[in-house]
């Protein structure tokens, strides 16, 4: 702490410092996922076939709506209090604090989501040999998902009621997603190998990687030009 | 001043916003040495023509130069130069304020922790380090971000409002600062509905670049 940390490291701490400080935000998504996931054994009867074939799509519906749910958060408050303007007129490359930020929301958001799914896959009787799928599905899944996820933030911060708008606006985005995270699950949990699912959500968070923040950045110009 | 150079060089500026010109044909020469206060009734555009020169706001017609080459060029090395407060104070309320200048001394670069606690007693805030920014005043928020002001190593000053809660004490404190900067060659751009006490103090005042002055008479030419 002597010298001080690049901004990188310094948006990122301050962010997951935040993170920590807003417990109840952090916890919102998670609380979510455990309690829609909990009511579906309830709703659907405790017939073991049925909920095995359906834990896949399930886990990863709830998962995706959960991300959904934290990300209006992600540029709100710095929008609110300035130090978004801030953030914007600093000589240093808007591609890493974006990423740095990402980041942060995606440990306080994504990485507990991921953590917490085995879980729930035990509560919708997912045989254990799809656990290791689940758990990098929503790994890479999530990643992926807080990268888009942030474009859509970045553009609807700027209006006073923006939920609604980033949903339709990143849902499109997060199909391919959703389609190979619960296709990798439902494979592992039939005994099938899973690597092509993995190696296109591997490619879709590159994707992103390299793309997202840009596409953050320019739209946060757009938002704070308002 | 005359052997002063330019630093800032608006040439024809106009900006429109919903469909309302704020002003236009703005032309001004703003040298190193200089505080310029900028003047207009609420709703002229003062905060505007601030975050447009702070390159906040992109939304404007006309060119801006520094040091003689247009802005956009040279937006790296003007980013190093500048310092700006927007009428949000900037700082985090779930943060202390030593935390908040942490991150802006990151945003500057290196800064150690000794010059950050110097800065923040100079502001009054000493005792205050550790205290979460949700129990400060209004005024004492303000003094967080100004708090900047004293180990920034900014050229230029762009201060939105910056007497905003600020007790007497402060207000003279901050104007004691502004004049040093400005006579250590630095520029000061300041809005501000009070007067303030330099002598050497310039306006700009931007009803007179308003397209239609708000009397409802157009203007000729």
């Known amino acids: 702490m002597a010298k001080s940390p690049s901004l990188f490291t310094a948006t990122f701490r301050r962010d997951l410092l935040l993170a920590f400080r ?11 996922f455990l309690i829609a996931i909990s009511m579906i054994p309830l709703g659907l009867g405790p017939d073991k076939d049925l909920l095995m074939r359906i834990a896949p799509g399930i886990l990863w519906v709830m998962a995706l709506l959960a991300t959904l749910l934290s990300l209006d958060n992600l540029f709100r408050s710095d929008f609110d209090d300035g130090t978004l303007e801030q953030l914007l007129i600093s000589p240093h490359p808007l591609y890493l604090s974006m990423l740095a930020k990402v980041l942060a929301y ?22 254990s040999g799809a656990f290791i799928a689940l758990c990098s599905s929503l ?24 939920g609604l708008l980033i949903s339709l606006i990143v849902m499109p985005l997060y199909v391919p997603i959703l ?7 439902a494979e592992a949990a ?9 190696a296109v959500l591997g490619a879709i968070l590159v994707m992103a990687l390299v793309l997202a923040p840009l596409a953050t950045a320019g739209a946060l110009r757009v938002s704070v030009n308002g | 001043m005359a052997v002063a150079p330019v630093l800032f060089e608006l040439r024809d500026l106009a900006c429109e916003r919903d469909e309302r010109l704020l002003f236009a044909r703005l032309n ?15 709703g002229s555009g003062k905060t505007t023509l601030l975050r447009i020169l702070a390159g906040v706001n992109r939304d404007y017609q006309g060119d801006i130069y520094w040091q003689g080459k247009p ?30 200048l942490r991150w802006y001394a990151a945003l500057q670069g290196a800064v150690p922790d000794e010059q950050l606690l110097t800065a923040l007693a100079q502001v009054n805030l000493a005792g205050y380090e550790d205290t979460l920014c949700y129990q400060l005043s209004a005024g004492q928020l303000r003094r967080v971000a100004l708090a900047r002001l004293v180990f920034s190593k900014a050229k230029i000053w762009i201060l939105d409002e910056p007497f905003t809660a600020l007790d007497k004490s402060g207000i003279a404190q901050l104007e004691n600062r502004l004049i040093a900067h400005a006579e250590a060659g630095g520029l000061v751009l300041v809005t501000s509905h009070q007067d303030i006490r330099f002598p050497q103090l310039q306006t700009l005042n931007l009803q007179d670049f308003a397209e239609y002055p708000t009397l409802g008479e157009p203007a000729h030419g």
Do not use: C
């Open chain 1, 106 to 127: 995606w440990i306080a958001t994504g990485l507990p989501l991921m953590l917490m799914s085995p879980l729930l896959g035990v509560m919708l009787s997912l045989p």
């Open chain 2, 28 to 42: 001004a020469r703003f040298y190193a040495g200089q505080a310029v206060q900028i003047l207009g009734p609420n």
């Open chain 1, 22 to 32: 807003h417990k109840g935000e952090m916890i919102n998504p998670l609380v979510f």
């Open chain 1, 139 to 162: 790994l890479l899944g999530t990643a992926a998902m807080s990268l888009i996820g942030a474009v859509g933030a970045a553009l609807t911060v700027g209006l006073r009621k923006g």
């Open chain 1, 190 to 198: 039939l005994g099938n190998p899973f690597n092509m699912q993995l």
């Open chain 1, 179 to 185: 389609i190979f995270g619960a296709s990798a699950v």
């Open chain 2, 71 to 100: 802005v956009t060029d040279l937006a790296w090395e003007f980013a190093n130069e500048l310092l700006y407060l927007g009428h949000l104070p900037g700082v985090k309320k779930s943060l202390t304020p030593l935390e908040n």
